[in-house]
């Protein structure tokens, strides 16, 4: 018997909904690339905090810390937030108050000014709690927005739309706001208000067209008891979903390694390539034209050669692209005294560019659709609460790991820690089995039907 015979079969949701669904990855694109990615990340490490003549090492520690506070409270909070959106069918609801939380705080960003350390890590910090818990909410929709085998494509649609939104944002802030630097500062410092704006307005069709499904259990019960009894009664539950719970543990030292990459690739650039404006802003397209094509691409890929397939790959992929991020510079002067060229670092590291960028938006895609298989849909928001846990854990350990290990020995020799946590997440990885993981989360919708089927008749 296939998989998808065992139970009846989600059918797909229109394209109206998967659009607006998708469209909540295009607004908050935005936030990820130009608070944290790019333009913010660069302007408080090099202006805000500024070179205190250690080489940013102290800049460079306390953007990560702030990174890890807000991943941490992720970790706190997520599992027992998925847990009462499920039990009370709330998952829009939770949706919207992050939304406005991120748009928010992320606004107030302009009113960081050098010397303003402090508020800036406050601000970041909030924001990106916010961002982040909404990224697990918005992932708890995709078990409801098809089959199984359609999981791949939808998803890898809703990363590639995201980094669209990316492209759009970066154009704005290439032809207005300009570099991240002192002197620019009064400009540049709209890159909040703008980010906000952005997500405000774009995210509108999420809360038009995607639909709340499932049933609210009956109320009376206070929110922390609910989620207190669900997660662990999940806890409990998670030896039926081995292949989910060893999954998630090769996600944890994937994304510490992505996290470093996401936080850490354009500070990299200014201060180890030390690229000029022109060329981060190059890079600021390539990245996200090679990132939406690898979440588009990879994910017609997967739903023909297995999710975890996919994901197998996009990780060698990673491998490969942080050794060419480390040795660009070395890799340069070869070139250049081998055959007499005259290239610079900054030139190399944009060929580095698309072939990180594949592996960013594949890998992401791929991971989300792995737990949407692994997910039965009545517990789809707490499995995506512990996929957020997940994702923000491996932050809290991969950019604090980075950001100490950076105040010792640098920041070009520091990432290749992202190495050994992506051939971690490789052998971790091998042991999950993905037809056995649909299974369990089958046999479980099984049992639950059966259980409330009894319950009606009883």
Known sequence: MSLTAAVPTTPRASRREIFGWAMFDFANQAYTLLIITVVFGELFTTVIVGDRGDGYRLANFLWSLALAVSYLLVVITGPLCGAVMDYQASKKRFLFVSYLATVATTAMLYFVAPGYVLLGLALIIVSNYAYSMGESFIAAFLPDLGPPEDMGKISGFGWALGYVGGLFAAGFTLLVLGEASAENFERVRWVGPFTAGFFLITAIPTFLWVRERGTPQPPGKPYREIARERVSTTLHELRRFRDLGLFLVSLLFSMAGVYIIIAFAFIYGAQVIGW?????????????????????????????????????????????????????????????????????????????????????????????????????????????????????????????????????????????????????????????????????????????REARHGDVHS
């Open 276 to 448: 000029d404006e022109a060329i981060r802003n190059i890079m600021f397209i390539i990245v996200q034209i090679t990132a939406a094509a690898g979440a588009l691409g990879f994910g017609f890929i997967q739903d023909r050669i297995g999710t975890k397939v996919t994901y197998l790959i996009t990780l060698g992929l990673w491998v490969v692209s942080i050794l060419a991020i480390w040795a660009t510079p070395e890799v340069t002067a070869f070139l250049n005294a081998r055959f007499g060229l005259d290239w610079q670092a900054q030139h190399l590291f944009l060929f580095v560019g698309c072939l990180a960028g594949l592996s960013l938006g594949s890998s992401q895609s791929a991971s989300r659709a792995l737990v949407g298989l692994f997910s039965p849909s009545r517990k789809a928001a707490e499995f995506f609460g512990f996929w957020g846990l997940a994702n923000k854990l491996a932050g809290v350990i991969g950019i604090i790991g980075l950001g100490l290990l950076q105040s010792v020995v640098g920041l070009q020799a520091s990432i290749l820690l992202c190495v050994a946590l992506f051939l971690i997440a490789i052998l971790v990885c091998l042991g999950v089995n993905q037809a056995r993981g649909q299974q369990a989360a089958l046999d479980w919708e099984t049992r639950d």
